[in-house]
């Protein structure tokens, strides 16, 4: 279908027009806001002891939850794409779960789960771990919320690939081990990276099922995004809510930019 000249250029405005209204200008303000104090003020601000462990706390979630997902979505992208998995329609539906549900859902399923009445609520009177408003429940709440990216990032290069090769290690005496790591794993290299770039990203950025098993104290159970709320909305603190959400967005942007490199010198080979 051809357009005219005139109907590209008033899609092209109207494009740019979206795309600056919804995204640059939010993000030039929140800069704006942030540096307008100068650029001491902002290291002073992120360099508190609340927004050090906010900080910290956040890498710390992102390193446990990426390995997490790694294995079980690299093991259930191989089962859907090699096995034979009953009720697959089912299993594909709830690897989706995670997009269709509300992330605030999420946290209130867990309390219901793992709080004090729940059906796994005497672990802690058992052992002492504390899941919920705790490290544990923050972690299983960001693992849920980013279980599908490996998974729908591997399980189509998997399909694409074939089998060919795979069934030729096997003929010639290759273990079920080495096949994955000499065949399987080089050729899904690609994919398994950008499904973990997108499961950091959103990761850093949860907010919906963290705040819910999260005990919010500062210093103590507060990510970057819990720290952003509670220094806007707590505190009246505006200026420190806008230093921590440029913190977040240093961190994402840092996240798109090695995702994007990736994505090139993937589609370059």
């Known amino acids: 279908m051809r357009t005219s000249r005139r109907a590209t250029l008033t899609l092209r405005t109207l494009a740019l027009v979206y795309l600056v209204g919804l ?30 462990s906010a900080l910290n706390l956040s890498l710390l979630i992102v390193a446990i939850t990426v390995p997490l997902n790694v294995v079980f979505g690299v093991v259930t992208a191989i089962a859907l794409a090699r096995w034979r998995v009953p009720f697959r329609g089912v299993v594909q539906a709830v690897v989706d779960l995670p997009f269709a549900v509300s992330p605030i859902v999420v946290g209130v399923s867990l309390i219901m789960l793992w ?23 923050m972690v299983i709440a960001t693992v849920f919320v980013t279980l ?3 998974v729908r990032e591997v399980e189509p290069v998997l399909h694409e690939i074939g089998t060919e090769q795979e069934q030729a290690a096997a003929t010639l005496g290759a273990t079920g081990w080495q096949t994955f790591w000499r065949i399987t794993l080089p050729a899904i290299r690609w ?4 499904g973990v770039v997108l499961t950091v990203a959103r990761a850093l950025g949860e907010f919906g099922a963290v705040i ?12 970057l995004t819990l720290l952003v709320h509670s220094r806007y909305i707590d505190d009246h603190n505006t200026y420190g809510a806008y230093t921590a959400a440029t913190l977040l967005m240093g961190l994402a942007l840092l996240t798109l930019l090695g995702m994007t490199l990736l994505d090139r010198k993937r589609t370059s080979r």
């Open 23 to 52: 995204l640059a200008v939010p993000i030039v303000v929140i800069l704006w806001r942030t540096f307008g104090e100068g650029v001491g003020a902002f290291l002073g601000s992120i360099q508190t002891p609340a927004a050090v």
């Open 148 to 150: 599908p990216f490996v």
């Open 212 to 223: 819910m098993v999260s005990s919010g104290f500062p210093g103590v159970s507060q990510t």
């Open 191 to 194: 994919g398994l990276t950008y």
């Open 115 to 137: 709080g004090a009445g729940g059906w796994f609520g005497g672990l802690e009177a058992s052992t002492g771990i504390k899941v919920i408003f705790g490290l544990p429940g």
